[in-house]
């Protein structure tokens, strides 16, 4: 077993690709095994999605936005401004951890595949993610 933390700085609202750092995070496997991925916080989330159109995302990120939106009176949870239960519902909804093979040292992701870290606040923090390897 293999396990590495990444801390990603903070980074405004919407799907960050990570795919290189989690691959980095596996520098020096040559074998297979499962990949592990999981995110420590309830306000942003992970999701392997397409990678190749930008378009993708936005359009993820504009229907979470009328699916969920900001600022609802629906919530009472609002320590940290309207974005904050919103942030938690997103979060609810997707996913903090992810299970990805890996073949010969490589992540085996779909051709159009990406690892992406889904930023549900506005105003985000630092990120910490652990990576481990299963081999």
Known sequence: MNQTTITLPPLPRGLHEITERIQA????????????????????SLLIQENADPDVRTDLEAFFARLIPDGDPLYRHTDEGPDDMPAHVRCAVTATALTIPVRGGRLDLGTWQGVFVWEHRLAARARRLTVTLLS
Do not use: E, N, P
């Not at 995070?25 to 942003?44: D, E, N, Y």
């Open 25 to 44: 995070a596996l520098s020096g496997t040559t074998g297979s095994g499962l990949c592990s991925v999981f995110i420590h916080h309830t306000s942003a």
